[in-house]
C-alpha cells in the first residue's frame, strides 16, 4: 500500500480531484496489481492518496506512475508533494 500526501490550494483542491478523478483513476484501473484506491481531505490544503496493490513490486511500479502523472496533469496548478509511506497492509476489513 501507498500513502502519498500533497499540500494544494484550497481555491485549487476541486479541479485537482476532478482531474484525479476523470484521468488518474482510469489509467490506474488499468495497471497490473491494483486493487483499491482513495483520496481523503483532512484539511482545505491537504490531499491523501491511499492505493492498495496485490503486491510491493506494483505499488512502487504504481508509485512512479503516479509521481510521473501528477507531473504531466497538475503541473498547471499549485500541487506539492510533501511525502510518501509504503508498507504491507496486515489487517483488511471491509464489505
Same mark, same amino acid.
Given at each position: 500500500?501507498?500513502?502519498?500526501?500533497?499540500?494544494?490550494? #484550497? %481555491? /485549487?483542491?476541486?479541479? *485537482?480531484?476532478?482531474?484525479? =478523478?476523470?484521468?488518474?483513476?482510469?489509467?490506474?484501473?488499468k495497471?497490473?496489481?491494483?486493487?483499491?484506491?482513495?483520496?481523503?481531505?483532512?484539511? #482545505? %490544503? /491537504?490531499l491523501?492518496? *491511499?492505493?492498495?496493490?496485490? =503486491?510491493?513490486?506494483?505499488?512502487?511500479?504504481?508509485?512512479?506512475?503516479?509521481?510521473?502523472?501528477?507531473?504531466?496533469?497538475?503541473?498547471?496548478?499549485?500541487?506539492?508533494?510533501?511525502?510518501?509511506?509504503?508498507?504491507?497492509?496486515?489487517?483488511?476489513?471491509?464489505?
Amino acid at each position: 500500500m501507498t500513502i502519498r500526501r500533497y499540500t494544494v490550494s #484550497p %481555491d /485549487q483542491a476541486a479541479e *485537482v480531484i476532478r482531474r484525479v =478523478d476523470d484521468d488518474w483513476l482510469d489509467r490506474l484501473h488499468k495497471m497490473a496489481g491494483f486493487v483499491s484506491y482513495h483520496v481523503v481531505r483532512p484539511a #482545505p %490544503d /491537504q490531499l491523501v492518496s *491511499v492505493t492498495a496493490y496485490l =503486491d510491493a513490486e506494483n505499488a512502487k511500479k504504481g508509485a512512479e506512475a503516479s509521481a510521473e502523472w501528477v507531473g504531466e496533469r497538475l503541473y498547471d496548478l499549485e500541487v506539492t508533494f510533501e511525502d510518501m509511506t509504503e508498507g504491507e497492509v496486515v489487517v483488511h476489513g471491509g464489505a
